[in-house]
């Protein structure tokens, strides 16, 4: 599995601004092969912003790459940045292959090398 995350510093003041575009956005991930789940967490507050991130799960770090060059990640981004300016710097992207899972019912599994 891979999995795929952006961070974001959403200025004070802009949250709900933020998780509305992202609750009312087309998304397209579940066009595509190898996509498992997203999730769109909220993190700590800060002095001058809260931070958030985006996190896809992914077959296979190929079937991310797929999604990054397909036409429903386009139409997914086609609208970024088109509103003011609701975060401090850009997104930070964290890309991680999973290594080992461990299930509620305590079965393990290891990544194939």
Do not use: C
Request: hydrophobic share 40%; no cysteine; proline share 4%.
């Amino acid at each position: 599995m891979y999995i795929a995350m952006n961070r974001f510093k959403v200025a004070k003041g802009s949250e709900k601004d933020f998780e509305d575009i992202w609750m009312k956005r087309d998304t397209y991930l579940n066009e595509l092969p190898g996509f498992i789940e997203f999730h769109l967490l909220k993190g700590p507050e800060r002095e001058d912003h809260v931070l958030y991130a985006s996190h896809t799960v992914w077959r296979s770090f190929a079937d991310f790459e797929h999604w990054t060059k397909s036409d429903q990640f386009r139409k997914a981004h086609g609208s970024a940045g088109s509103s003011k300016p609701l975060y401090l710097g850009h997104p930070e992207f964290e890309g991680f292959h999973v290594m080992q899972t461990v299930g509620a019912d305590g079965a393990r599994s290891v990544a194939a090398a």
